[in-house]
């Protein structure tokens, strides 16, 4: 990560993987069902299946975006405390 607003290397390439599983056509990759597959019920067609990646990316990214700083900072006090109790720190 580079920068205050850096997504890590993972969460791009996770995006990118369903961005190009959106968009390819190649069998057990892509989002899309072969021509001679039944109907199924919407939670297990691909788009519930590209809906559920998209919302996963984007919690992380949320995570990553917003919520680092505050969970970074709650991990250092506790860890802090903890080295203060051994008397370690």
């Avoid at 519930?48 to 990316?57: C, E, F, G, N, Q």
């Avoid at 995570?63 to 250092?76: G, K, Q, S």
Wanted: hydrophobic share 50%.
């Amino acid at each position: 990560m580079c920068g205050p607003l850096a997504i890590s290397g993972d969460l791009w390439w996770d995006a990118i993987l369903i961005g190009m599983r959106a968009v390819s056509r190649i069998q057990d990759f892509s989002y899309t069902l072969a021509i001679e597959e039944k109907p199924q019920p919407f939670e297990n067609t691909p788009v519930a299946s590209l809906r559920r990646d998209v919302m996963a990316v984007a919690h992380r990214a949320r995570i990553e975006l917003f919520e680092a700083d505050e969970r970074d900072a709650a991990i250092l006090t506790v860890c802090g405390s903890a080295l203060d109790e051994l008397g370690i720190a």
